[in-house]
């Protein structure tokens, strides 16, 4: 069975920082296909923001390089986005996703909200 928790989520001022952390319960890190970070601000669309998979490597949300980086402790099974630098429009529900292979489905968490103040 497969579980992800997120927490970390706030309220900060723009310009500030956050750390979001994801743990995933199942499948190994460092084992499954892929894994990422999705954000859905009101009336607007799933995006992606951060993911990682085994056959492409890490890929970042135009909207976020250089301001978040995605990375993950394999003995805590967790994952993480540190995210700097943060802008108003980065204010959005935060979700972890975890495909553990290539032929699953996508596993979500419950989400954190991150609000950020101009």
């Known amino acids: 069975q497969v579980q992800l928790v997120e927490s970390g989520g706030g309220l900060v001022q723009a310009g500030g920082s956050l750390r979001l952390s994801c743990v995933v319960s199942?499948?190994?890190?460092?084992?499954?296909?892929?894994v990422g970070w999705y954000r859905q601000a009101p009336g607007k669309e799933r995006e992606l923001v951060a993911s990682s998979a085994s056959n492409i490597g890490t890929n970042y949300a135009d909207s976020v390089k250089g301001r978040f980086t995605l990375s993950r402790d394999d003995g805590k099974n967790t994952l993480y986005l540190q995210m700097n630098s943060l802008k108003p429009e980065d204010t959005a529900s935060y979700y972890c996703?975890?495909?553990?292979?290539?032929?699953?489905?996508?596993?979500w968490g419950q989400g954190t909200q991150v609000t950020i103040s101009s």
């Open positions: 199942g499948p190994r890190l460092h084992t499954v296909s892929r």
């Open positions: 996703a975890c495909r553990p292979y290539p032929w699953s489905r996508d596993y």
